[in-house]
């Protein structure tokens, strides 16, 4: 109920100051009939809406003349009856303020700010929902639609034939946003399509002379017949009752903004009451409902929106099971983001037509295990090719309650197109520069449409990578600083089977913790530790009490990590790192620690391959297929380190000289003994001496792969793609990988 009241409050208060009522008829009305404690106030709230629901020519012959001023609205904004409510003198002098603002100026759009505000956190968190700010919305809303028609309208200037011919073209699409929320995507598509209209409206009239207002005050020209764009040309679909209330509101307040544009530039009054059309909003779910019964395709002209941000660890199993149904029950569908879903339903609503679709989307779809399930349906079952892409870019609204997430922006067809853009990020903060490409893959990178898939071993000659040790041991195995110096007090002769353990916080963060290591322990001097032996029976019983099968048959050997590997040596890469650094922060280690599984490790790996990984070339790989944990770097063996494409047989002097870089790398970092490596690597502390170091080598990197030099990260990419698609090609083919292609920029 509060819902609706809160909506047809904002419509009178909009109304009053925008010239649907007379200027402050509401505000008037409540502060002159309504008693100070507000105790009548629903009563006469009531009457507003009554009054506002019946046309003049129904109305009581005797209505109070305060009423009577209020205009015939329709629409069905109004037509509800709404059970009594409650008020008081706080609230009563809370709209009393309310009357007092002016919101003349204030953009519809920013209604969604307050519907973010006002869901529970959690609630919001399990519907996905995330307002969008205009910012935003342009990204999409440009590139998708609005840059083509502009360019359109200003080859139609100069003929009034084709002039009416595109205002009739405009007036034809139709927009669908099938998770619209409080209804932004909608709200400002509709509002630069007005404007749009306006300015075609003032070619029309007005192409061969500057006289505006006097000429169609002369001509006595009639501007209602000539304005064609309306509201009902657009369509959404919304989860929540409330959200759809205020997108239906929104726009046709949106629509009454643009009407007293169109008075102001035409000097004739302009006002669309009572209201005959409105904008399809559906309630409900976007997943189970036929797109179709919304807005048949055959009228469709494109689909655009903001479908709810959850990750697939956090969807509950009603969502989980959507999912794995739009896409048909296919293998790893269960690990797809919520998102996915509207991507899919999308791909099958607008095959065999010209529909363009774009989402704004977590970046977790374009990277990882989620690529290849998701876009290989997308592109290989349903044709789809993508058009245009922003990659990464950080989210930022005016709500309260932001959304800190990392998005991207894709927008597809069942078609293809000459014309396609990828808008890339130096700074992910920062503003976008336009890339016009001849291909987008799944990747958002201006190469073939290939995947990078998940394998077991890597494509090139380099050693294998594999996770620490898990020590699944419930905690028993595992000793603080305090605790190992106590036990080492008690049995000195057992101090050899305690090492230092490091996972990825202890590595990046120079954090101790230690470890029984029991690996080549003998029976008896285990059973003569009391304190050793209620700990290994500590660890039988939590391994037996696991649902794990392979966890149950741990408990055999209760003083055994579930692995036991212990290298001489061997290269340390953390299996989760922030995206605030330039690098992944990587090491070497030996047998004195024993690495978690929360490391990856190369075992004899050499200065050459840490060099490499350590690189901006690397680097470039990663930010593209690596998966991410929220939008820290989530590495991958089987998908990043598996499938990068190493330099081909780079010459002894170029790996040499590799080498020397990764050492002087190694010696930089000993200079600041005291920093960690979370401390070294972070971009607004890291050293000049290290930035240098990495530079230099980040050169003989690229060097190793061809003389050219790279221009930029994008031109990275597309090389390495290239790489990949030849070199995977070979280890099938057997023939010799192609020589690499320049890109445009390097001709």
């Known amino acids: 109920m509060y819902w609706s009241y809160l909506v047809r409050l904002l419509f009178c208060l909009f109304a009053d100051d925008t010239g649907i009522f007379e200027k402050g008829t509401f505000w008037q009305y409540i502060d002159l009939n309504t008693k100070p404690d507000g105790s009548d106030l629903a009563m006469h709230l009531s009457m507003i809406f009554h009054t506002l629901n019946t046309p003049r020519d129904q109305r009581l012959k005797n209505l109070d003349e305060n009423l009577e001023a209020f205009?015939?609205?329709?629409?069905?904004?109004?037509?509800?009856?709404?059970?009594?409510?409650?008020?008081?003198?706080?609230?009563?002098?809370?709209?009393?303020?309310?009357?007092?603002?002016?919101?003349?100026?204030?953009?519809?759009?920013?209604?969604?700010?307050?519907?973010?505000?006002?869901?529970?956190?959690?609630?919001?968190?399990?519907?996905?929902?995330?307002?969008?700010?205009?910012?935003?919305?342009?990204?999409?809303?440009?590139?998708?639609?609005l840059d083509d028609l502009y360019n359109?309208?200003?080859?139609?200037?100069?003929?009034?034939?084709?002039?009416?011919?595109?205002?009739?073209?405009?007036?034809?699409?139709?927009?669908?946003?099938?998770?619209?929320?409080?209804?932004?995507?909608?709200?400002?598509?509709?509002?630069?399509?007005?404007?749009?209209?306006?300015?075609?409206?003032?070619?029309?009239?007005?192409?061969?002379?500057?006289?505006?207002?006097?000429?169609?005050?002369?001509?006595?020209?009639?501007?209602?017949?000539?304005?064609?764009?309306?509201?009902?040309?657009?369509?959404?679909?919304?989860?929540?009752?409330?959200?759809?209330?205020?997108?239906?509101?929104?726009?046709?307040?949106?629509?009454?903004?643009?009407?007293?544009?169109?008075?102001?530039?035409?000097?004739?009054?302009?006002?669309?009451?009572?209201?005959?059309?409105?904008?399809?909003?559906?309630?409900?779910?976007?997943?189970?409902?036929?797109?179709?019964?919304?807005?048949?395709?055959?009228?469709?002209?494109?689909?655009?929106?903001?479908?709810?941000?959850?990750?697939?660890?956090?969807?509950?199993?009603?969502?989980?099971?959507?999912?794995?149904?739009?896409?048909?029950?296919?293998?790893?569908?269960?690990?797809?983001?919520?998102?996915?879903?509207?991507?899919?339903?999308?791909?099958?609503?607008?095959?065999?037509?010209?529909?363009?679709?774009?989402?704004?989307?977590?970046?977790?779809?374009?990277?990882g295990e989620q690529t290849s399930i998701l876009w290989g349906q997308m592109l290989n079952k349903y044709k789809i090719k993508i058009h245009l892409a922003h990659r990464t870019f950080k989210w930022s609204n005016e709500a309260k309650g932001n959304a800190a997430v990392y998005c991207i922006i894709v927008g597809f067809a069942n078609y293809d197109t000459n014309n396609k853009s990828i808008f890339d990020y130096e700074d992910i903060k920062g503003e976008a520069h336009e890339l016009k490409v001849k291909n987008i893959n799944p990747y958002l990178v201006d190469a073939k449409d290939i995947f990078v898939n998940s394998r077991s071993k890597p494509i090139f000659n380099v050693p294998q990578m594999s996770k620490g040790n898990q020590p699944t041991d419930g905690g028993n195995l595992i000793l603080t600083e305090n605790k190992k110096d106590e036990f080492i007090k008690k049995n000195r002769e057992l101090s050899k089977y305690i090492k230092r353990l490091v996972g990825a916080e202890e590595f990046l963060y120079n954090k101790l913790r230690y470890c029984f290591w029991l690996v080549n322990a003998s029976p008896n001097e285990l059973k003569n530790c009391k304190e050793l032996v209620q700990l290994l029976e500590l660890v039988k019983k939590m391994r037996l009490n696991s649902t794990d099968p392979r966890t149950r048959e741990l408990a055999n050997t209760p003083w055994l990590f579930r692995e036991t590997k212990n290298y001489s040596s061997f290269v340390i890469v953390p299996s989760t790192t922030s995206e605030n650094r330039k690098y992944i922060p990587m090491g070497f280690g030996d047998n004195t620690i024993i690495p978690t599984n929360l490391l990856l490790i190369i075992p004899n790996g050499t200065l050459y391959h840490f060099g490499v990984l350590s690189s901006k070339m690397h680097m470039s790989w990663v930010k593209s297929v690596c998966g991410r944990l929220e939008n820290r770097y989530r590495y991958s063996k089987d998908i990043v380190y598996n499938n990068f494409p190493w330099p081909v047989n780079p010459n002894e002097k170029q790996t040499k000289a590799i080498e020397s870089a990764a050492q002087k790398v190694l010696d930089v970092r000993t200079e600041f003994p005291k920093s960690s490596l979370a401390d070294l690597y972070d971009q607004l502390t890291m050293p000049h001496t290290l930035v240098k170091a990495h530079n230099e080598l980040d050169k003989l990197v690229d060097l190793a792969y061809r003389s050219q030099p790279f221009t930029s990260e994008a031109n990275r990419m597309v090389f390495l793609f290239e790489l990949y698609e030849k070199y995977t090609t070979d280890l099938f083919t057997q023939e010799k990988p192609k020589k690499i292609r320049k890109t445009k920029n390097e001709s």
């Not at 007005?194 to 006289?211: A, G, M, N, P, T």
Request: aromatic fraction near 10%; hydrophobic fraction near 40%; charged fraction near 25%.
């Open 71 to 145: 205009p015939y609205v329709n629409g069905k904004l109004f037509e509800e009856v709404l059970p009594p409510a409650s008020f008081d003198f706080v609230m009563r002098e809370m709209l009393l303020e309310a009357c007092g603002l002016d919101w003349g100026g204030i953009s519809p759009a920013i209604f969604g700010s307050m519907v973010q505000a006002i869901m529970d956190p959690e609630e919001r968190r399990n519907v996905g929902g995330h307002y969008t700010s205009e910012k935003n919305i342009q990204k999409i809303i440009r590139p998708l639609f």
């Open 152 to 367: 359109e309208f200003e080859k139609a200037k100069e003929s009034q034939p084709k002039l009416i011919e595109f205002q009739n073209k405009i007036s034809s699409l139709r927009f669908l946003d099938p998770a619209c929320g409080s209804g932004n995507f909608l709200i400002i598509a509709y509002r630069e399509l007005r404007e749009l209209e306006i300015k075609i409206l003032s070619e029309i009239f007005f192409v061969k002379q500057k006289q505006r207002r006097e000429v169609m005050a002369d001509a006595k020209i009639n501007i209602d017949l000539f304005i064609k764009v309306n509201v009902d040309q657009f369509a959404g679909i919304e989860y929540k009752e409330f959200p759809v209330r205020i997108a239906e509101t929104a726009m046709w307040l949106i629509d009454h903004q643009m009407n007293m544009k169109v008075s102001q530039e035409f000097g004739h009054y302009y006002i669309r009451l009572p209201l005959t059309k409105a904008a399809k909003i559906i309630h409900g779910d976007a997943l189970e409902i036929d797109w179709e019964s919304v807005v048949s395709k055959k009228d469709l002209s494109y689909i655009l929106g903001n479908p709810p941000f959850i990750g697939s660890k956090l969807m509950n199993q009603s969502q989980r099971n959507q999912i794995v149904k739009q896409f048909d029950n296919i293998e790893g569908s269960g690990v797809l983001d919520y998102v996915t879903g509207w991507y899919i339903k999308a791909a099958k609503y607008i095959q065999n037509t010209k529909i363009k679709v774009a989402f704004v989307s977590t970046n977790s779809i374009v990277q």
